[in-house]
């Protein structure tokens, strides 16, 4: 066991002492031009959190990566030094690797390492990096979609954690899913749990409802051994389950379930331990809504979840919906409703935001605390087109609770559109030292 002197500063040994951190000072926000009609490329954005603006920019070398989600190089996990130092950002159309140096200047990051499509197809086979997680071991996993062609993938690539080489596959041998998307693992039950979004070729085009019927989109989850990297159990949600996106544990390190929001389907389910395999239970149904010009009723669209440290609170995104909902999950198995406000969305709900808003509430990240959730509103280039023409970019913070309730914080707005170098849009939110969809502890 690791002493408390030898703990890196931003490294907690719990949920609980991770709950006690520090306020963030500012947070690292994936921009993009994609969809924008900008030629420039995209660019890491360091925003103060006390002020609610930009204050530095870092642009990728190349045009049209798609930055999407990214992730440290260490984190709790890891639980020796040296402390996380460099974010990992991978462009997700074109599948580079980005490696940034954030400790030299934690406001200013700096291009490290740049990995080319080349190199990782050549080393993995994959292609289309998706969600980053620092894992034990000095290695970086980043969860992949694609083949080199652009069909369907299911399996993961693998970083040095101090060199950022590329080691190759994840996995070790054996079957993998058609499909991946997210991942998280938990250490001390030895599993890994994959989701499925669905193969580059039918999504990065724009959604099209008659690709889901043609098995281009996903409903499964998949349960890997951990220390062995083998696939072991896979479970399928159905009709009822379409797109499981975003795969949330329980940080509770002893804890053997967790959540996951089914996108297309507009449900979250519960996956659990049970008889020592793993089963998965509808606990939320998001119902559509009939909408003019709509062959078929709205669905929420489930884009992204969390879980409060404490595992208290669940927190989800419905982004054709434009609704961010909090629940009391105390019990996991009967989430209870305790907040909701209306972020923009298709409804023409009156906006909770002082402000009309475009587009919908999508990727969501929350402090240790509990108390301040950032809030974005870009899902993806093609699809953002394709559901919210002429979308204008932001990111917002709401204030929550400790019992529950959420309150837009009017003072935080942060305008992706109304910019000297031409719109841009926001994806995902990392806090800079840590934050709820990062930490995993041993």
């Not at 997680?133 to 979609?145: A, F, K, Q, R, T």
Request: proline share 6%; hydrophobic share 35%; glycine share 10%.
């Amino acid at each position: 066991m690791h002493t408390e002197h030898d703990k890196p500063a931003s490294f907690y040994s719990s949920p609980q002492e991770a709950m006690q951190a520090p306020a963030e000072e500012f947070l690292y926000l994936a921009c993009l031009h994609g969809g924008t009609e900008v030629e420039a490329p995209d660019f890491l954005a360091v925003v103060d959190a006390e002020e609610g603006r930009i204050v530095h920019e870092t642009p990728m070398p190349n045009v049209g990566d798609e930055l999407h989600h990214f992730g440290w190089n260490r984190c709790s996990s890891a639980c020796h030094g040296p402390d996380r130092s460099h974010l990992i950002v991978p462009g997700f159309r074109s599948s580079r690797i980005h490696v940034l140096n954030v400790a030299d200047d934690p406001r200013a990051p700096r291009i490290e390492t740049v990995i080319e499509a080349d190199e990782l197809v050549a080393k993995t086979g994959y292609t289309r990096p998706h969600t980053v997680h620092c894992m034990p071991g000095d290695n970086v996993v980043v969860s992949m979609l694609g083949d080199a062609d652009g069909n369907g993938a299911g399996g993961f690539a693998v970083l040095d954690a101090k060199t950022f080489e590329v080691k190759g596959r994840w996995e070790d041998g054996g079957e993998t899913p058609p499909f991946n998307y997210d991942f998280w693992y938990q250490p001390r039950k030895n599993v890994l749990i994959s989701s499925e979004f669905g193969e580059p070729n039918a999504y990065e085009k724009g959604f099209d409802l008659a690709d889901v019927s043609a098995g281009r989109y996903g409903s499964r989850l998949h349960f890997w051994n951990l220390e062995h990297r083998k696939l072991e159990q896979t479970v399928e949600l159905g009709e009822s389950g379409l797109l499981p996106f975003e795969v949330r544990w329980l940080h509770d390190p002893e804890a053997e379930e967790g959540f996951v929001g089914a996108a297309l389907s507009s449900t979250m389910w519960r996956f659990r331990r049970d008889n020592g395999g793993w089963a998965a239970d509808q606990v939320i149904a998001v119902e559509g809504v009939e909408l003019e010009g709509w062959p078929f009723p709205v669905p929420g669209l489930i884009t992204d979840l969390l879980l409060s440290m404490d595992d208290r609170f669940l927190y989800f995104s419905d982004w054709l919906h434009g609704d961010l909902r909090q629940y009391d999950v105390s019990d996991p198995a009967n989430p209870r409703l305790t907040g909701q406000l209306w972020l923009g969305g298709l409804l023409g709900k009156p906006s909770d935001a002082g402000r009309e808003l475009s587009g919908g509430p999508q990727m969501i990240q929350l402090s240790l605390d509990g108390r301040r959730l950032y809030v974005s509103n870009s899902l993806y280039s093609t699809w953002d087109n394709q559901f919210y023409p002429g979308l204008r970019s932001w990111l917002l913070r709401v204030n929550c609770g400790a019992d529950g309730g959420m309150e837009v914080d009017r003072d935080f707005y942060v305008d992706l559109h109304d910019r000297p170098g031409g719109p841009a849009r926001a994806h995902e939110v990392r806090l800079q030292n840590g934050d709820c969809t990062t930490e995993i502890f041993q």
